[in-house]
């Protein structure tokens, strides 16, 4: 599916939201190298005029439809619909259904990609986000979505998170467009990816600078050695248009959909600590 196609799919949805954004002001004089997490914009809402951070969640997710309005409707986000649609089409390929699917989502956010896994078939998502404004507003605007809901620090998981999830069974893990920026380190990718059965399936995305050789987030070294001692075998990798930044300016993300096919070791996490 065409990013296109993606972003017209959730410009559809975005309408059943409860939008109280009355306006969103991008700032004129924005420097066209600002990084994404220090882009921002005015927000309208209530009659209140509130300057935002996009990396901000806390902030962003308290006003209802400001997620989806800045990002989707404003800045055309298109990666929950690219993502689970190509790891669709993957599945697909290898005679899998996505019915029988339980999904761990990490970095669940506001539920746009649990709303669009249950869009496709899945029929047990379990989320898992490290701010509780984020279960707030998914309970708040897409109730019913995932069967379980957890807030907790992945790099510190409390034994009774870690029970609890994995007595779902998960068989996938999806995290999408929440790596690469500290919003989920390597070491808490890791432990969800442990969180899974073996063998499953992941579906992911992350900016394309974040598997450079420059790269200093952890990603690029984290992706390559998984690969390299087998622990996921990619099935398919695709370049695609994530976004616009505030500068209009396209922003390019990389979608992998891989399968795990052994568990991490101890050993591995001993390097990531």
Request: hydrophobic share 35%; net charge negative.
């Amino acid at each position: 599916m065409s990013t296109l196609a993606s972003h017209e799919i959730w410009h559809k949805r975005l309408r059943k939201i409860n939008n109280r954004v009355e306006e969103i002001n991008i700032p004129e004089d924005i420097e066209t190298e600002a990084d994404q997490d220090e882009e921002w914009c005015e927000v309208v809402a209530e009659n209140k005029t509130k300057r935002i951070r996009f990396h901000d969640y806390d902030q962003v997710f308290q006003i209802p439809g400001l997620y989806e309005k800045l990002f989707y409707d404003t800045l055309e986000c298109c990666s929950p619909s690219y993502v689970v649609n190509l790891l669709e089409s993957v599945a697909d390929e290898w005679e899998s259904d996505l019915k029988s699917f339980k999904v761990l989502d990490v970095g669940a956010g506001n539920g746009m990609v649990g709303d669009e896994l249950r869009h496709h078939g899945v029929r047990k998502v379990v989320g898992i986000d490290i701010i509780k404004e984020a279960k707030q507003a998914t309970l708040r605007d897409r109730p019913g979505v995932y069967n379980d809901y957890c807030i907790s620090d992945l790099t510190a998981l409390s034994k009774n998170d870690e029970n609890n999830l994995r007595e779902h069974k998960l068989n996938c893990m999806t995290t999408v467009a929440a790596l690469g920026y500290g919003d989920i380190p390597p070491l808490a990718f890791l432990q969800a990816l442990d969180l899974i059965s073996t063998p499953a399936w992941l579906a992911f995305n992350i900016k394309e600078d974040f598997l450079h050789g420059r790269d200093q987030s952890g990603f690029s070294r984290l992706i390559r050695q998984l690969i390299q001692e087998d622990h996921i075998l990619p099935l398919c990798y695709r370049r695609y248009r994530h976004r616009l930044s505030i500068a209009g300016d396209p922003l390019y993300y990389v979608a992998m959909i891989a399968k795990k096919t052994r568990p991490v070791t101890s050993e591995f996490f001993e390097e990531y600590r």
